[in-house]
Every structure is written in structure tokens, then in C-alpha cells.
């Protein structure tokens, strides 16, 4: 519910501009070195921040002049330590130093389409007034604050700031609010205005790398 604080990390719905969306084309990025954190259902990715061509999970908010953001994690497939018989387990997160426990044949699965929009929680209410200005991403795992990934659900507590702005630097532009559009009323799990508002949003231009015109930095 948009009035108790439960962050999901960002959950692709749509693609801006009336695109086609049946799902989200998936792109799997093969990880082959040790992950010192966990990368969760909904958290963002960057490649080339370890070493060449590596996902990682992204700790800190992104700007525009970010290197290697490449999507948004949608779960991950992997073979545990010593699955003779070669079947992937498909999960929603992958834990850390996955290499180290013996785990084989890992991918991370990424929404990579730099025009997805994406339903995330706020970590304030966020008015109707916002939309169409930009805000900061927040809660990362491995980074300031002391959020940590829900290991149960495998979704990640990443989450939009408390307040939207209008810089142009800032990761998110608010796109929507989630039933803000709606014609009956306010009886909805979320509704614009919320102590903890759900929102809809893109990447800014610039933040994803598929829309910079510089390579990643390794």
C-alpha cells in the first residue's frame, strides 16, 4: 500500500510513446566474476564497473553523466554448486559471491530498453503537480543508506527520493502517477498524494547508456 513504506525497486510496465510492450524484451548478460552484493528482482545494473563487459548492481543514484547503466534487473538464472544434471534455476535475485558458493552458468536478466517505464514507490508523497519533473533515486543496497534487498520476496528496496525537482541531472522523470488518471474515486492500494506515492516513471535522457554516446568505463 502507497500509505505504509514497502519499496519494490522499479517494476517495468510500459514503453513511453504508445511502443508495443509485451512484457519487455529481455536481454541476459552472462556474470563470470564474484559479486560482492546482491543484485535483486527490480534493482539497476551497470556493465563494465568490475571489469569488462560484468554486471554489477549500481549502489547510488544515477545521473546523467553515469557510465554503464544498462537496464533494470528482472530476475536472474543460475546453476547451483554441484547440479550435475545442467538444469538453470531461475530465480528473483542473485545472493552475493555467488562464484565463491560454487554457482555455475550465471545470468543476470535485464530489462535494457532505454524507453521503459518503470512503476516505483516514493519514500514521500509525491503530488500530481509533479509529474513531468525530475526526481532522484534512493535506498540502494550496498550504498549510504542501510537498505538491504527483501531476500524473501527477491525484490529490491530501491526507491524514488522524497521529493521531485527540476533538475536536469536527477535519474527519474515522473511520467505518471500511478491511478492518477483514475474516475472512481480513491478507493485504490495507491492513490496520488500518498504518504509513500507510487509513480511511474523513465530514465532521464542521458542515464542509460544505450542513449550516451560515450562507451563504458572498465
Known sequence: MATVSGPYGLKPINLIGGQVFNGGVIREIPLTVNNTAAIFNGDLVQIGAASA???TVVTSTPTTSSVGLVGVCV????QLAGQQLGYPLYAQYLPANAVTSGYTNIFIRVMDDPD???QV????????TAIGKTIALANFTGGTSSATGNTTTGNSVVAL???AANTGALACRIVDLVNNNSTFGGNFPSNPGDAYTDCIVKLNFGVHM???ASGTTN
Open 53 to 55: 563487459g560484468q554486471p
Open 75 to 78: 530476475g536472474v538464472r543460475y
Open 116 to 118: 521503459a517505464l518503470f
Open 121 to 128: 514507490q516514493s519514500l514521500g508523497s509525491i503530488p500530481a
Open 161 to 163: 527520493a522524497s521529493s
Open 210 to 212: 544505450y542513449y550516451q
